[in-house]
């Protein structure tokens, strides 16, 4: 199903270039031109086919309540005609949101109710007490007759990860590293396989604290290459990611990603979110700055720009 405009531009980044005297584009995912644009929109093209093809009537997923996600899945199956319900968090691992951030208001928030998305809140707690309540959820429009889709936390899924996959096709330009923000895993999954055989390095920002991360994107990897076995199994050990950027925790801003935000804004006039590219981009910074990134380098912005308007 077609959703987003793409492909999405590809440019050099010409005055930060010259300022960090690094070769540095940028995939400008923040432009896929569906619900205020992000990466999510390219798994929804796989993702709601799917659930349209089933006949489903809900679809039911979960994730922190300013979920990039489930704003576009929101957007996705309104215009299909079908329900979309989500067990929200406001942050999620058991953590408390820092002092004066209204993380329940604005935002995505605004958006959500716009599209009329059925957000269900809970106390925060960890991801796996999230997925439970998210079933729980899936359980009760079941019983009440209607076909349900359950959709994973950012729809982290192998079709999410093929949508990443054929978004490498877009690629006009050869690259020594990709860099971009990663967290539930379907981008990272889908960059790695589709660059697998070739001399372009896939790093990964991490905007999540759990090192285990990497062994769910094995096991989306694994499900790709159930669909097609000309996709590679990855191991936890094939990805490369950095935890060093993701600050005070997953979901709560960054001095150092606040500070990559006002210089890409200042320099190129490009707008990041403070959870996730904000991140990823003050991690390339610092790893050009100590000479661990060099060469023709793409950061691949995933979008977020609601988040802004939060924090």
């Given at each position: 199903m077609n959703l987003i405009q793409s492909p999405t531009p590809l440019h050099r980044l010409n005055r930060l270039s010259e300022e960090l005297g690094l070769d540095v584009w940028i995939k400008r995912d923040d432009l896929t031109g569906f619900a205020m644009?992000?990466?999510?929109?390219?798994?929804?093209?796989?993702?709601?086919?799917?659930?349209?093809?089933?006949?489903?009537?809900?679809?039911v997923t979960c994730g922190a309540a300013q979920s990039?996600?489930?704003?576009?899945?929101?957007?996705?199956?309104?215009?299909?005609?079908?329900?979309?319900?989500?067990?929200?968090?406001?942050?999620?691992?058991?953590?408390?949101?820092?002092?004066?951030?209204a993380i329940e208001e604005g935002g995505n928030l605004v958006l959500d109710e716009l599209l009329g998305v059925d957000l269900r809140f809970h106390p925060n707690g960890t991801w796996d007490h999230l997925d439970v309540l998210a079933e729980q959820l899936a359980v009760e429009f079941e019983r009440e007759?209607?076909?349900?889709?359950?959709?994973?936390?950012?729809?982290?899924?192998?079709?999410?990860?093929?949508?990443?996959?054929?978004?490498?096709?877009?690629?006009?330009?050869?690259?020594?590293?990709?860099?971009?923000?990663?967290?539930?895993?379907?981008?990272?999954t889908g960059l790695?396989?589709?660059?697998?055989?070739?001399?372009?390095?896939?790093?990964?920002?991490?905007c999540d604290p759990e090192p285990e991360i990497a062994e769910d994107f094995a096991e989306l990897s694994s499900g790709l290459n159930g669909m097609d076995p000309t996709f590679p199994k990855l191991d936890a050990g094939?990805?490369?990611?950095?935890?060093?950027?993701?600050?005070?925790?997953?979901?709560?801003?960054?001095?150092?990603?606040?500070?990559?935000?006002?210089?890409?804004?200042?320099?190129?006039?490009?707008?990041?979110?403070?959870?996730?590219s904000g991140k990823a981009f003050a991690g390339l910074l610092d790893l050009a700055e100590r000479g661990q990134i060099s060469g023709k380098v793409l950061f691949w912005h995933t979008g977020g720009t609601p988040g802004l308007f939060v924090h």
């Open positions: 644009g992000g990466n999510k929109g390219r798994k929804l093209e796989y993702l709601i086919a799917d659930v349209l093809a089933q006949k489903a009537e809900v679809v990039n996600f489930i704003r576009q899945l929101g957007a996705a199956c309104s215009i299909c005609s079908v329900h979309c319900a989500a067990a929200v968090m406001a942050m999620p691992f058991d953590i408390q949101a820092p002092e004066g951030a007759g209607k076909r349900t889709y359950r959709l994973p936390v950012g729809g982290s899924s192998p079709l999410g990860a093929y949508a990443f996959i054929k978004a490498a096709e877009e690629l006009t330009e050869s690259f020594d590293f990709i860099v971009f923000a990663s967290s539930s895993g379907s981008t990272h790695q396989t589709a660059f697998r055989d070739t001399g372009t390095r896939i790093l990964g920002i991490a094939d990805y490369q990611l950095n935890f060093d950027y993701v600050g005070p925790g997953y979901g709560i801003p960054s001095a150092e990603g606040n500070a990559a935000i006002r210089l890409l804004a200042r320099t190129e006039g490009i707008f990041l979110d403070p959870i996730y």
